[in-house]
């Protein structure tokens, strides 16, 4: 996705594109959880591991797109 589609080449580009997906990603099972099931027990959980996962997939699109740019030419 970030080689092809998105032409990702700097760390900055990475975190962008990571983050966003991790949110959508997050967001969408958080949601099918909160909805099915007694997993959270509220929603301020829910919100926090949705930021969680923006932070950590934002911080490996990161380094994908570092690598990207680094070796990737």
Same mark, same amino acid.
């Given at each position: 996705?970030? #080689?092809? &589609?998105?032409? =990702? *080449? %700097? +760390?900055?580009?990475?975190? /962008?594109? $990571?983050?966003? %997906? $991790?949110?959508? =990603?997050?967001?969408?099972?958080? !949601?099918? &959880?909160? !909805? *099915? !099931?007694? +997993?959270?027990? $509220? +929603?301020?959980? @829910?919100?926090?591991?949705?930021?969680?996962?923006?932070? %950590?997939?934002? =911080?490996? #699109?990161?380094?994908?797109? &570092? +690598? @990207?740019?680094? &070796? $990737? /030419?």
């Amino acid at each position: 996705m970030m #080689g092809q &589609w998105a032409q =990702v *080449s %700097t +760390f900055r580009e990475g975190l /962008k594109i $990571g983050a966003i %997906t $991790g949110v959508l =990603v997050a967001t969408m099972t958080n !949601s099918y &959880w909160y !909805s *099915s !099931s007694h +997993f959270f027990n $509220g +929603f301020q959980p @829910l919100l926090a591991d949705i930021v969680a996962a923006g932070l %950590t997939v934002g =911080v490996m #699109g990161g380094a994908i797109g &570092w +690598f @990207l740019g680094y &070796w $990737g /030419k």
